[in-house]
């Protein structure tokens, strides 16, 4: 082992709370691996199921105390909010249309909020959460989790430091394949209710997966998105939503160039299973960085080979390593990154008890929900639209 | 070695020539490599240059007879269509703007053309050559060189067979990094004419490379073009063409599904030299090549492990064998592909002489041709109106 | 999503205690990670550093009850045996030389022991341990935890039901570059105690790492050593242990064929961080795994093209999706194998609990140990012996 | 395209015969293309078979003048010297043990002559040859053909340039699959001679595909083999040579640093095809190649990211780009880097014919060959004797 290794900070666990996330759901022990790693937080109350003896089940197996283990959201945001040992933040982990309700009592009753993405089931709502966060004694962490991997870190990082000069091109692609048949009539949960308009909103892939790419996209560049031109399809038959998602970008002007950049989200990619990928080029450089290989980031100065920079190895910048772990040729992956954003929120909240704002703690926020809703949007009137190019509404 | 070679034919060499292609050129130097490797041609005539000494001192350099080295396409084709042992075909390596004209003059002659892409200047001249072809006792080879590549072929055949059953996506990229800088400023004779509209045509990016990853997915995939929307830039201050191209594709409907794609040409992409990938997706698998690594074709039938197809391996295709030279394992590059268009025109070539029409032969055509300046006139068409979806003028 | 989450198991938290892991430890760190990843173990008991400022410091930091926290191996062992809330496991996370007694003294206390390796200093101290481990009423558990990888165990499965044909070829390598440079006379506290044969035993790069490969290549393969050849090297001036090995492998016949294999275990290699690289070839076809993007195991069944295996993707078998997870696609790391391990052994210890052996529980054992010990002894003999092959005395 | 391109060099076509080859040979159309491809040589005789009529046949398909096509290489040594216009140089591609007697005979008669590897049946013979070639008016040129890959010259500059300060390690393997069947006796040929010590010597593996490793390690690290330890099998029953060989190896002392390194060559390794890979360490940094995807190099100086160098990119040294042909990102490939043997090989006859002795030309010559046979026996020495160590005998 060539160094030496990161450890936990211990300075009084933080009390988490979840709503949703019960037996047979996905994300929601992902947050909880999440939250347990790098010991932070402690597990304490749950509004684990809309149905009450499935949340009860749920909370006896994860260990939760029954007296926390709450029928509703409503329940839990009373209840805990007067607990002196009442949870301090809240991690929603619902479908779409259940974010906006919770996130804003919890809000509401100063609980800090970890919310799933998109942040809401329209952009109406998201914009509304917005307005109760900004109101709010309570921060607002969303999940964006692909922000949390120390390579994307250190992109942004150079990207800022003018590493790639003005960047010109931002390419963006998310192909999965696990939706090419109709897994939602074939006893998919999960493919239930990402292609159900009614608890999703009115983006399939766009909204699953697309909102992820394009939120990476804007972190790792530092560029805002101005406009789009979407071409949305449903490929499989009698499925609600978009399965394939074809979308030019343009990106406001900055020092004098306008980035220009494509994004591709589909659900219907043989060959890919979560081939999340993002490629960034400037006037001095470009770089490259695959999701499903995590630990590297390519990078090309003009004129000069190609490097292939490691997590936690040679050139690694403080924003990298400071959410590395293990050293360079030690695979971290996607929990790790999930759990950067905790160790995020740990430290946000932390500060936050203290009255304090952390300096360099760095996680997408309630802004980042509503330009993924207005992408959303955005996309589908675009493409209603045969492609006019339709300006984001943020 | 795993295999017994295959090896060359030489039932009477064909008599070849060149216009272009003198000292200094890139592209000449390619073709005669290419009609070299298989030894089915003899090199015997040129107008090598447009400046009558420097055709000489390249004729002389390349070894050929001083009587056959012409100052000028013109005097060429009159003089080697009245030789009993003129030239059978030409091979046309000039800039853009000077295809159409000795395309037409040896066509009209009866000898056989063997044209670099795009095929002319503008639309209007490529029809115009197609007329002429159409007509014409000659052959006319387009070279869309990576058409030639052995896992190309294979990607062709396996996607005919239905092995990917019917095609949804699409999507072709090329990008180099070249052009990141005004190298046309800098001395560069392969950067002027490229980037100079009166030699390189409506099309920058898109002329030079775009026509190029176009052709490759419609020859791969079998889909027709039908309509695009693009997004053009020039990046680099006071370049005249486009460096950078965005675009979306929609292709004609097959078996009650319409494909869908995407088309990225970049000339100011750090990290990429010739980053030419093609990935096509059906309902029941994809396909994935890159250029920069042409002899692995990677193939997931959907539900299944991905697959890293060989050329000339396990499960490769007479389509994709036949023009294979050496064993799995022992990489052919881009001089091979390129030959192998060579070598599908000889064995024309030679079944023409004998009145047949070959079975197995494939190459791009005039045709392919025509799509190509439709594409670049369509593109620039849909980037000035905005984005506006433009139907392909073929 | 494509997959359902693979949720945790609470039915009680296990009690861990640790030995060494106080600040700056680089392994300590990882085991807590590990342990807490799943949410089987509690930890709360340490003597985590022999100086018992730091021990005290450490503990309060990790958020320990002062009065768990203890100066010596001997006093935590003592006292925890003593409480009916005392520890039920203990990892063992100091250098190779502080292994053996604290191992014994669990184990004779009746607690399980989580242990580092190589398992002691020296072989003699190997099978003295085993010989307790065989008497004690406790589980033993050696962390060579690359045998937690998901593809890993894929492999061992594969190979066992035959898939690979006859065992013929058995190729480990394990190249990293840290120690290119003296960098234990640069203040890395890890390079020190590696480097220092009165901590690590007679074993450099082949007792930190090469312990690692082979037992990988053991585990995965079924195969068992029966002798070396070596020939060991200390590149660094002044360096007191090997920092490059290179290893012929014999081992023993199974269905008439008798695998043969080599291993090269090296500190001093640039260009390599944790290369630990397994290649296996049997009669049927090879498999392939790279600990760096650990995620997938190349698979070639004679005579037909590659595949690449996904950790919980198609063709997956239970014995790894067991240990995933998360879906295809989202990388696990370097601590979820680890953490495999926990699992494991949480497993076992629930089952002991019972009464009971648990059937599909795989983990490394003292028996590992031993063979990791005789492998060091035997390395160095026969380097010693100018290469003579050496037969494994286990 | 980023560069202007290199092109042939025309100072009259040097005569070629070639010995060997005939119809359903596989090595002898390698030749024949490599020789084509710079347009440096004119193939005009052979003794392309020791049956007389398909030498006939074989001489007629390749377009060969009847009147040079012999029926023995007596006789086309005796006739070619006495031709005014006869062969100025000769390849030999027959089975190994058809090397010496041609050889000789042209050598003796002035005639170079490149000549396939291993030089000799046996170590006595290449001596005897060595001791021809070095009294002849003639030069020797041994197609160890990797030697011809860009990459590979790259990486000998860089290493005689200090770039990875002094060598301490070199590790080569050469891993294929084609034999893990008993191919000879399904009717491959090629198999067949391979396998069968009357024609190949006393090397199967190790004399095929070891000699290529070897060779090629020597080359680009500059070392010199001193003695090596190895353990050869045959895993095929039935099968009279070698399939797989262990090497361990030890070179000679530079600088105070005595670099070891190992060497694998199997051909019964499923998963490979053709896996030749270098990995050559030193004091300062590390390079890796693979045969596979030979356009590239990794380089990593000690301390710094891995660089991925590119063929003709940047960084690019003169030592490989004046054997480089195309622009980066358009692949070379195998015939490219045994083209590249044969313009030098086209150099070295140039300068020869004007008396000098050209400074730039590399090429494996006659000692390589005799080195070549030495390791063939040290080989064979060693694993009889049980692995001992061998001194090369040259």
Redesign the interface.
Known sequence: ????????I?SG?IRLGMVGGG????????H??AS????HFTFVAGALSSTPEKALASGK???LDPDRTYGSYEEMAEKEAAREDGIEVVAIVTPNHMHFEPAKAFLEKGIHVICDKPVTWNLADAKALKATADKANALFILTHNYTGYPMIRQARAMIANGD?GDI??I?AEY????L??P?EREG???AEWRTDPKRSGAGGAIGDIGTHALNLALFASGAELESL?A?L?T?VEGRQLDD?A?I?L?FKEKNG?RP???L?A?Q????????LQL?I????????WM?????YL?????????????RN???ALEAATRVS????????????GFANLYCEAARAIRAFRDGKTPEDVVYPTIEDGVIGLAFIEACVASSNA????IRLDV
């Open positions: 082992m060539a160094i030496e290794g990161k450890d936990e211990h666990r037996s047979g759901a996905f994300i929601g022990g992902v909880r691996m347990r790693l790098d010991d197996e994860l260990g790639l010109r091109l390419h192909p999965q394949d696990w090419t048949e897994a998919s949960k999960q031109s071409d399809d490929f394939n074809h030019m343009r160039v220009k950049g494509m591709w589909s219907v990619a043989p060959g890919f299973e979560n081939g490629k080029c400037g006037t001095k450089g470009g770089v490259q999701q499903e290989n995590p630990n390519w990078f090309t100065p003009f004129g000069e080979p190609k490097r292939l920079l490691s190895g040679a050139d772990r293990i050293p360079a040729g030690h695979p971290e992956g996607y929990l790790e045969d492609g006019k190019w």
